[in-house]
């Protein structure tokens, strides 16, 4: 089992920048495939972005490339997401997620996802 934990969340005007962060515990972090997903009040849970356990494959939403970037340390367990240009519907609880997989491949749908965290809150301010 592992544990996930989100932070670096907050409030930033639109346009403006954050990094996110995922913290793993319990479990070798290198035999996860990692995810990040996001939901707006009133809107199901989306994809945003995924990365492979080695960090050679990843996945964006159409609505995010080009302004976000995944990554991932694997040496200090965890996993970024670097948030650029940001924009009002942006705004969401941002999860990350963890899915037991060596495979080359990232994974972009929530039913693949064996571990979620609490997730974190960014807001962006027009």
């Known amino acids: 089992q592992v544990q996930l934990v989100e932070s670096g969340g907050g409030v930033v005007q639109a346009g403006g920048s954050l990094t996110l962060s995922c913290v793993a515990s319990?479990?070798?972090?290198?035999?996860?495939?990692m995810g990040w997903f996001r939901q707006a009040p009133g809107k199901e849970r989306e994809f945003v972005s995924a990365?492979?356990?080695?960090?050679?494959?990843?996945a964006y939403a159409d609505s995010v490339k080009g302004r976000f970037t995944i990554s991932r340390n694997n040496a200090r367990n965890t996993m970024y997401l670097q948030i650029n240009s940001l924009k009002p519907e942006d705004t969401a609880v941002y999860y990350c997620?963890?899915?037991?997989?060596?495979?080359?491949?990232?994974?972009?749908?929530?039913?693949?996802?064996?571990?979620w965290g609490q997730g974190t809150q960014v807001t962006v301010s027009s």
């Open positions: 990365i492979n356990w080695s960090g050679s494959s990843t």
């Open positions: 997620a963890a899915k037991l997989s060596r495979r080359s491949i990232s994974f972009t749908r929530n039913e693949e996802y064996d571990y």
């Open positions: 319990g479990r070798t972090f290198s035999m996860y495939g």
